[in-house]
């Protein structure tokens, strides 16, 4: 599966996502070093991302509602950036990301909202494309090509100044 090439396929994979029975939720944001942390509701996780201001500065989060979850924990990550290798995911592979928090010039240091999900299975994990404002600033996080997949992040990697580029760790995931 071509990953990079699935992700430019937005109209392809707005409808696909909604007939999978995820819908969005809420938008929330923008964050940045100034505002608060940005959280979804509960059973509602980080579907979309868009970045606007230098550097990535504000953040958006777009959040997709998901049924039959059974959730668990929660509890933000540590910080990171670009310096020291900028990856960060959820500690283990049935928590995923349900909110952000920024701190520092220009959103510098990222942290990860993560919720455990204690009925989900793993089916396929890939890495995004790269999410900055020069990009456009706007990224899904939906990577299938069918009705019915259904995704979640549990990481983010930084890089460039300022942690400038995002892509996040998205699995297929099914529930029992």
Known sequence: ???????????????????????????????????????????????EIQCTGRFCDKIKIGCKKYRGMKLGSAFWTQWISEERGGVRNCPSSHHYVAG?????????????YCVQVANANNLNCGMTSRVSEERGGRLSLFLGDKAGQQFLANGIKCSGRYCDNKAFRVCEVSFR
């Open 1 to 47: 599966m071509n990953l990079k090439r699935l992700i430019t396929r937005t109209g392809i994979v707005a409808i696909a996502a909604a007939a999978a029975g995820t819908v969005l939720a809420s938008s929330v944001g923008p964050i940045s070093e100034e505002t608060p942390p940005a959280t979804c509701d509960p059973g509602s996780f980080v579907g």
């Open 100 to 112: 952000l928090a920024c701190k520092g010039r220009y959103c510098d240091k990222v942290s990860l």
